[in-house]
């Protein structure tokens, strides 16, 4: 995948804790990056095979909404995803994403 800064906004947004399930309103939210351009960069992920994915049971949604589409990253998604946020700190293209405490 291309490194943009929206790819590095999410990767950053998905390590800050890499253990935990993600859903696509939070790390959009998280990011700042819309929907629109987050959704097919989950896409290939996916493909990628840095992300697996799965729906939340709708059985346990005690408020009113439609289940919600978890992402969780894999091993590989986690060292590809750290080593893309790690190059671009080097970056100076990235240097408005105050990447610093990499």
């Known amino acids: 995948m291309r ?32 929907s629109g351009v987050l959704y097919p960069m989950l896409s290939k992920m996916l493909a990628e095979g840095w992300l697996t994915d799965g729906w939340e ?10 289940p919600r589409r978890y992402y969780e990253l894999t091993d590989q998604g986690k060292l590809e995803l750290a080593g893309m946020v790690r190059a671009a700190a080097a970056d100076r293209r990235f240097t408005s994403l105050n990447l610093g405490w990499v």
């Open 57 to 66: 049971d709708p059985a346990t949604i005690t408020q009113k909404r439609p």
């Open 3 to 34: 490194r943009t800064h929206s790819l590095i906004q999410v990767a950053v947004a998905l390590l800050a804790e890499p253990d935990t399930r993600h859903w696509g309103y939070e790390l959009s939210r998280q990011s700042g990056v819309r």
